[in-house]
């Protein structure tokens, strides 16, 4: 029998070459660390997973777990942090604080899809900052962040600064509810500015507190968004106060001449119930997520029994090392190229009007209008490279960075997943997504039997069936003409998209319940909108006008 001679999906053997530029970085950190005075633990590669059920951020489905011979469940770190709090809470380390302790090692999640800057073994470098409430703290946190970014190789590279508490102070003066808090705090968190507006319609709050969550996903770039907000007179004690500590925070670390790699980003809203102050994010060229995240987690260590307020940061090595070859390559592009953005347009139904949106904003489509079977063009006056992908692939292209931003349909959006910023309605390729089916199937939607349902989009239609009505089904994957599904007897309905209904007219089936409205999107990479900022916000202003 052949042996198997590949590592296990989205692990990886590191080689050589890439292990010694892994051992530089990890060593790189290390030396940083020591010289702050951080100490370095270990913790063990495994704990009980009931640690992580109540304190952990990281879902439960994103954990390796299985049990011990006793029959209790365990799980693989998903992160270090918490074993650290775990330690310092029930005083393994000694009672003297601040505490200043440092780790590296690998840490584990079930992930999806993998690259190099996301796998399901990861290393990370880290430091906690245990009983130290003070600005000082979080910016000696920020400090450090930015040394080892830049002691590890990186030239291209920005610390984006949050706040948790403005936010949690605007939604105690609307007096939300949590779960209406939480879908806010998700559309802002993804500059979801379509779906935001939508929901903020259905709130019965005034409307200074609207217009300000509909301003929070702009809230990002110089410190004057802080200075600004501050002269605000109808803010809560609560989002001043976050906003004076945002200003604290940055005023040291100007004192220590690091203004130039901070940006700040009021709109950065990650899960409410860990993070208590500061957070921050590092962002670097070319990698499509955050190289580093941090923040301030003061109500975590008291759940291991000292109350004692904390702030840290966790680096992925592999992320800093996918970002030094693509800070390598781009020098290359950049010889040819200089400073284009990249536009992913989807092929098919949308990509005419697409076109037409970026002739009416002047820019030069001539190429892109030949009907030849190039894939990349390039507008030099503008400094614009489109390429022509599928609809489906737009989000991961956008998502990876290799396209900065994206033209794609809202199902495309919903059902990939992706995380991206998505942020303006274009207003056209509007149609519905819908159950379909039989006339007579009507009655049977209530759930009681079991139904099958075919779907091109089974993410949307699983998330319709079980989330949103509480109902199993069992979902029947096709990928196209799915109308036939019900007329072969192949499934009972259709979760399909609906635009003229045509095709439903014409094969005996109609709409049994209508998803949601769709249309064509403007999405955006989450880096790219920090690192091309005024020309992103200057193509979308454009845009904007046109439509
Ligand atoms: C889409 C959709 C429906 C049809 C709806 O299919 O899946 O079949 O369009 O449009 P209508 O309401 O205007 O009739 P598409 O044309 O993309 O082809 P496919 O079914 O092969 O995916």
Do not use: W
């Not at 808090?181 to 939508?198: C, Q």
């Not at 100007?254 to 203004?259: C, F, H, I, V």
């Not at 096709?478 to 635009?499: F, K, M, Q, R, T």
Request: charged content about 30%; overall charge negative.
């Amino acid at each position: 029998m052949d042996r198997i001679a590949h590592t296990p999906a989205g692990l990886a053997d590191v080689l050589c070459d890439e292990c010694e530029l892994k051992y530089s970085i990890e060593s790189a950190a290390r030396e940083v660390f020591k010289k702050y005075g951080y100490r370095m633990i270990q913790t063990p590669m495994f704990e009980y997973y009931d640690m992580y059920d109540v304190t952990s951020p990281i879902h439960a489905e994103d954990m390796f777990k299985f049990f011990d011979a006793d029959g209790r469940m365990l799980a693989l770190r998903p992160d270090i942090t918490t074993s650290v709090a775990r330690i310092a809470g029930a005083k393994n380390i000694g009672e003297d604080l601040p505490l200043r302790l440092f780790y590296c090692g690998s840490a584990f999640r079930n992930e999806e899809n993998f690259s190099q800057a996301r796998q399901r073994e990861f290393t990370q470098v880290g430091v906690e900052l245990i009983g130290d409430a003070s600005p000082e703290a979080d910016a000696e946190i920020i400090e450090i962040t930015i040394d080892t970014l830049s002691k590890s190789g990186l030239k291209r590279f920005q610390v984006d600064i949050g706040q948790v508490e403005f936010f949690k102070g605007l939604t105690e003066q609307a007096g939300l509810d949590s779960f209406t808090e939480n879908t806010i705090r998700r559309y802002i968190d993804d500059k979801d500015f379509v779906s935001l507006e939508n929901e903020l319609k259905k709130c019965d709050i005034d409307d200074y507190l609207k217009d300000m969550f509909l301003e929070l996903p702009k809230m990002f770039g110089e410190i004057d968004i802080v200075r600004k907000a501050l002269a605000d007179d109808k803010l809560n004690p609560r989002s001043k106060a976050a906003l004076d500590n945002l200003m604290q925070v940055y005023q040291i670390l100007s004192e220590r001449g690091l203004e130039n790699f901070v940006s700040i980003d009021l709109s950065m809203v990650p899960n409410l119930n860990y993070y208590t102050g500061i957070i921050i994010k590092g962002f670097t060229h070319g990698v499509g997520f955050p190289v580093c995240a941090g923040g301030r987690y003061d109500n975590l260590i008291a759940n291991f029994g000292r109350d004692l307020p904390a702030t840290g940061v966790a680096i992925g090595v592999e992320r800093v090392m996918a970002s030094l070859s693509a800070e390598e390559s781009e020098n290359e592009i950049e010889k040819d190229s200089p400073q284009y953005v990249t536009v992913a347009l989807a092929k098919g139904r949308l990509a005419e009007l697409s076109v037409d949106i970026f002739e009416k904003i002047g820019c030069d489509v001539t190429q892109l209008r030949e009907k030849s079977r190039k894939l990349i063009f390039t507008d030099d006056e503008n400094k614009l490279k489109f390429i022509l992908v599928k609809a489906s692939d737009v989000p991961t292209y956008v998502e990876y960075g290799a396209a900065d931003i994206g033209i794609v349909g809202k199902d495309t959006i919903l059902e990939s997943g992706k995380n991206v910023y998505e942020v303006l309605d274009l207003g056209f390729g509007k149609c519905k997504m819908a159950v379909a089916g039989y006339p007579e199937m009507k009655d049977n939607l209530d759930g009681t039997n079991l139904l099958r349902v075919a779907s091109k989009y089974p993410h949307i239609a699983r998330d319709y069936f079980h989330r949103q009505k509480g109902q199993t089904v069992d979902i029947i994957k096709l990928n196209g003409s799915v109308e036939l599904g019900p007329i072969v007897g192949l499934s009972d309905v259709i979760v399909d998209i609906v635009e003229s209904g045509k095709t439903l007219k014409e094969n005996g089936l109609e709409v049994l319940e209508d998803i949601c409205d769709l249309s064509a999107r403007l999405i955006v990479n989450r880096v790219s909108m920090k690192l091309h900022r005024e020309k992103i916000t200057a193509l979308i202003g454009k845009i904007k006008e046109e439509i």
